[in-house]
Nanobody
Framework: VQLQASGGGSVQAGGALRLSCLIS????????MGWFRQAPGKEREIVAA????????FYAESVKGRFTISRDNAANTVYLQMNSLRPEDTATYYC??????????????WGQGTLVTVSS
């Protein structure tokens, strides 16, 4: 299983970005998917997660109302729409997948990071 994240970049505060994560290697709709981020000097934290059916989503409190996770199983892709970006959202963002259709357990597969920089 391979995960390829893209879409990072530099924006001003209040701006928006959409991250994409393409998964390949096995049936895409078998996996719960998630986005994590790691800022310099901080631990990696979960940002959002979505079940295989998209019927269940999870958001960190810090991004609720601003970020939206979605998935297109036909395109083998999960997205993270990030609106109203803040400087504290600056981090390297990673996509991850579980060997489970629901969000539970271990994040087994990881993509490379994509850097998001938000300037004030």
């Amino acid at each position: 299983v391979q995960l390829q994240a893209s879409g990072g970049g530099s924006v001003q505060a209040g701006g928006a970005l959409r991250l994409s994560c393409l998964i390949s290697g096995r049936a895409f709709d078998s996996y719960a998917m998630g986005w994590f981020r790691q800022a310099p000097g901080k631990e990696r934290e979960i940002v959002a997660a979505i079940s295989w059916s998209a019927g269940s989503t999870f958001y960190a409190e810090s991004v609720k109302g601003r970020f939206t996770i979605s998935r297109d199983n036909a395109a083998n892709t999960v997205y993270l729409q990030m609106n109203s970006l803040r400087p504290e959202d600056t981090a390297t963002y990673y996509c991850a997948a579980q060997d489970s259709p629901e969000v539970s357990g271990v994040w087994t597969y990881w993509g490379q990071g994509t850097l998001v920089t938000v300037s004030s």
